[in-house]
């Protein structure tokens, strides 16, 4: 062997053991990754409101259903609950990538799916079952919408977003026209639920009228002998509908289809568990939600035969073709189809 021959062995050994090295932590990281990627199965992040609307996930988390058809699907979930309000801070939520799983009216769904429309493409993944909505009022000259003033305030979860809004504007449009249909935003201000209801109750505030969900309405109509109901979301809509859903990105939905599943698998027993068994139903909202409530109350809520506990959205398309009208969406959806993704629990929704 020449001297130039062991010269260039011995200078290129070092190197190649590097490149060995090298190659090896490549593999490492790649390895690593995948293992990442594999584990992203396991999480999700759920944002709910304030309401018994929202029941269906008390008893998903008090009950630990998701974590439960996870294992069904092989997968173990991690599950993160988040509380906020109105449906503009859950929209945000949802586009920053803070949270999987928004939980708010169909109005903010339906701002939500016409913005992301070609992008992220945010579409409804169940329904959280029928509820009615009251607009309740404790101002004794208030015996309809028309009779608000610029004295009264309305307490709404967001001002021109939220599903309360938009009914509200749905029934103003009905009484004076579609040119008038924000005629009331000027009077509303956005208060979450729990404070809503207790300006109601006690009185004596700018706040008059609250257009609210269960509990808060009941309680408002119990605790205020001059409360009464103005507006009944379901006479508004044309019957039963389902006001509040959840909804995620369609990449959230396709990267996750054992997490998805598990999900919508304990959407479903949770809203069989509440019908079978409203009595421990009424004791898991108190527990999870830690709400100060008469259980009697909350018992007449759940039981109310206008209340319907299911995941297939109903009637969600008067309040889509009534967006579009008014020019609040650009595009106006053929069908429920169109912002709901296409699931087994959704090919009846409308």
Same mark, same amino acid.
């Given at each position: 062997?020449?001297?130039?021959?062991?010269?260039?062995?011995?200078?290129?050994?070092?190197?190649?053991?590097?490149?060995?090295?090298?190659?090896?932590?490549?593999?490492?990281?790649?390895?690593?990754?995948?293992?990442?990627?594999?584990?992203?199965?396991?999480?999700?992040?759920?944002?709910?409101?304030?309401?018994?609307?929202?029941?269906?996930?008390?008893?998903?988390?008090?009950?630990?259903?998701?974590?439960?058809?996870?294992?069904?699907?092989?997968?173990?979930?991690?599950?993160?609950?988040?509380?906020?309000?109105?449906?503009?801070?859950?929209?945000?939520?949802?586009?920053?990538?803070?949270?999987?799983?928004?939980?708010?009216?169909?109005?903010?769904?339906?701002?939500?799916?016409?913005?992301?429309?070609?992008?992220?493409?945010?579409?409804?993944?169940?329904?959280?079952?029928?509820?009615?909505? %009251?607009? &309740?009022?404790?101002? =004794? /000259?208030?015996?309809?919408?028309?009779?608000? @003033?610029? !004295?009264? +305030?309305?307490?709404? #979860?967001?001002?021109?977003?939220?599903?309360?809004?938009?009914?509200?504007?749905?029934?103003?449009?009905?009484?004076?026209?579609?040119?008038?249909?924000?005629?009331?935003?000027?009077?509303?201000?956005?208060?979450?639920?729990?404070?809503?209801?207790?300006?109601?109750?006690?009185?004596?505030?700018?706040?008059?009228?609250?257009?609210?969900?269960?509990?808060?309405?009941?309680?408002?109509?119990?605790?205020?002998?001059?409360?009464?109901?103005?507006?009944?979301? %379901?006479? &508004?809509?044309?019957? =039963? /509908?389902?006001?509040?859903?959840?909804?995620? @990105?369609? !990449?959230? +939905?396709?990267?996750? #289809?054992?997490?998805?599943?598990?999900?919508?698998?304990?959407?479903?027993?949770?809203?069989?568990?509440?019908?079978?068994?409203?009595?421990?139903?009424?004791?898991?909202?108190?527990?999870?939600?830690?709400?100060?409530?008469?259980?009697?109350?909350?018992?007449?809520?759940?039981?109310?035969?206008?209340?319907?506990?299911?995941?297939?959205?109903?009637?969600?398309?008067?309040?889509?073709?009534?967006?579009?009208?008014?020019?609040?969406?650009?595009?106006?959806?053929?069908?429920?189809?169109?912002?709901?993704?296409?699931?087994?629990?959704?090919?009846?929704?409308?």
């Amino acid at each position: 062997m020449s001297h130039s021959s062991r010269t260039y062995r011995s200078h290129h050994a070092p190197r190649r053991r590097w490149l060995g090295v090298v190659l090896c932590v490549a593999a490492i990281v790649v390895s690593l990754l995948s293992a990442q990627t594999a584990r992203a199965e396991g999480k999700i992040r759920i944002a709910e409101q304030f309401g018994i609307v929202y029941l269906l996930l008390n008893v998903a988390q008090d009950q630990k259903l998701i974590e439960k058809h996870g294992k069904k699907n092989g997968v173990d979930v991690d599950v993160e609950w988040l509380k906020l309000s109105g449906g503009s801070a859950v929209n945000d939520a949802l586009l920053s990538g803070s949270i999987d799983i928004a939980g708010a009216g169909v109005g903010p769904l339906l701002t939500i799916w016409d913005r992301t429309l070609g992008k992220q493409n945010v579409k409804g993944i169940a329904s959280l079952g029928n509820f009615p909505y %009251y607009l &309740v009022t404790n101002n =004794p /000259a208030v015996k309809s919408i028309a009779d608000f @003033t610029d !004295k009264d +305030r309305i307490a709404v #979860p967001a001002v021109g977003v939220s599903v309360q809004s938009r009914i509200l504007q749905l029934a103003s449009a009905k009484l004076w026209g579609d040119k008038e249909f924000a005629r009331l935003d000027k009077f509303s201000v956005a208060v979450p639920h729990p404070d809503a209801a207790a300006a109601i109750i006690k009185g004596g505030t700018e706040i008059t009228g609250h257009f609210g969900n269960p509990p808060f309405q009941e309680q408002e109509l119990a605790g205020n002998p001059n409360a009464r109901i103005v507006l009944n979301s %379901y006479q &508004v809509l044309g019957g =039963p /509908a389902s006001a509040t859903v959840l909804y995620a @990105t369609e !990449k959230f +939905r396709n990267d996750n #289809p054992k997490t998805y599943k598990a999900f919508v698998d304990a959407l479903a027993e949770a809203a069989q568990f509440i019908t079978k068994n409203p009595e421990k139903a009424a004791d898991i909202y108190i527990k999870v939600s830690n709400a100060n409530i008469d259980r009697n109350l909350l018992r007449k809520i759940i039981k109310n035969p206008e209340v319907q506990f299911k995941i297939t959205p109903q009637n969600t398309y008067t309040l889509a073709e009534f967006m579009h009208r008014i020019g609040a969406i650009k595009n106006k959806p053929a069908s429920a189809k169109d912002y709901f993704f296409d699931d087994a629990h959704n090919v009846a929704g409308n």
